[in-house]
């Protein structure tokens, strides 16, 4: 798509009880975001105007339709998931049907961004046990995503806003198998992902990174653990001297957000779910997106859950779901410019006059790049 074409965003209903319907709702009543994208929500005008009833809220034009193929770049559209299944709306109550309508609004959702009729997808929340199926048998979106957009990569969870990117070394795990997967191995793995996203995605030509310890105050020298010394800070150090990734560490957590040495860097590599997303929406729960980076397709989601305490209240913050559709496109754009920038780029040359026909290729890194003519 050219970069004067407005994106198609995907937006899928989540959790058809809680607050997915409320947030996306007032989010797309703005006229402006027609401006900046056409959206699609992947859901039920039924169960859509349950929500909007619930909440008193003004109703507004949306073109209803049962094929992506039939939308209106004019209008916020809804593609018809549910004509099939009975879904019953019990506002606030955890239920299989509601699990079941989020999985139907995601498949298809996921099946139109692989065939290149939406641009970009945007998930409201989930119930990860409601969605557990044998249709779907992860343990999140991002594990779901990966198996299904990844095509052999390997997806990295980023909360992000616009002062904070926190990336996930393990994401919805057990806490007790955390230190049997923070390996050498995925950390330096994770930090290729997270280094190739912040310049890809984020525009950010060499990122700095820190690398948060796994240990209470980074082990204590071994005292108190130690995967600092034989995992973590091998794979720093691996990343710096062979790959080239600038990055830090490993930082003890609780000092590090505590007096904001986040603010010196591009992005926070955590160990463990809770370790980065504590902090993280402590300073940014009302704009805090979640990107699934590392895949072929951008996706973003609000970065909080399904709200049941104050679904049909109408007091739900839509802040973060608008900022994850502003970032969706933000990301998608930057993948444009950056692919367009890299694309058959010239090698760059020069002749080494103390020797006969030899050139240095500056497109190469190593120091054995010298090859005869």
């Given at each position: 798509m050219a970069n004067n074409k407005k994106v198609r965003v995907g937006i899928t209903q989540g959790d058809t009880n809680g607050i997915g319907y409320e947030v996306i709702l007032k989010a797309l009543a703005n006229p402006q975001i027609m401006e900046l994208c056409t959206p699609v929500i992947y859901g039920s005008a039924k169960i859509l105007a349950y929500h909007r009833k619930a909440i008193e809220m003004q109703a507004y034009q949306i073109n209803n339709v049962r094929s992506v193929d039939n939308i209106k770049d004019t209008l916020p559209n809804l593609v018809e998931v549910c004509q099939d299944t009975e879904i019953k709306v019990e506002l606030g109550q955890p239920s299989k049907q509601a699990g079941r309508?989020?999985?139907?609004?995601?498949?298809?959702?996921?099946?139109?961004?692989k065939n290149g009729k939406i641009d970009v997808l945007v998930t409201a929340p989930i119930n990860k046990d409601n969605i557990h199926s044998e249709e779907f048998s992860f343990p999140g979106h991002t594990e779901y995503l990966e198996a299904s957009l990844g095509d052999g990569g390997k997806a990295l969870m980023i909360m992000c806003n616009e002062n904070l990117r926190v990336a996930l070394v393990t994401t919805h795990m057990p806490l007790a198998q955390v230190p049997q997967a923070v390996t050498e191995e995925n950390v330096l793995g994770k930090l290729r992902v997270f280094n190739d996203s912040l310049r890809r995605d984020f525009g950010i030509v060499k990122p700095r990174i820190a690398v948060l310890s796994l240990n209470p105050h980074a082990g204590e020298n071994g005292m108190l653990g130690k995967e600092e010394q034989t995992v973590i800070k091998p794979a720093i150090d691996k990343a710096n001297d062979e790959e080239r990734i600038l990055c830090f560490g490993p930082y003890a957590a609780d000092g590090f957000f505590g007096n904001s040495q986040y603010r010196h860097f591009d992005g926070v590599l955590a160990m463990y779910h809770d370790q980065g997303l504590a902090p993280f929406k402590t300073l940014a729960m009302n704009d805090g997106v979640n990107f699934t980076a590392g895949l072929p397709y951008v996706r973003t989601s609000p970065d909080h859950g399904t709200g049941y305490d104050i679904v049909g209240k109408?007091?739900?913050?839509?802040?973060?779901?608008?900022?994850?559709?502003?970032?969706?496109?933000?990301?998608?754009?930057?993948r444009q410019r950056n692919d367009e920038m890299y694309r058959n780029p010239l090698r760059r040359q020069y002749f080494d006059h103390s020797k006969d026909n030899v050139v240095l290729d500056l497109t190469k890194d190593d120091d054995d790049d010298i090859a005869a003519k």
């Open positions: 309508a989020a999985f139907l609004a995601l498949e298809a959702a996921v099946s139109d961004l109408g007091v739900a913050n839509e802040n973060s779901l608008r900022q994850a559709i502003y970032a969706a496109i933000d990301i998608f754009r930057n």
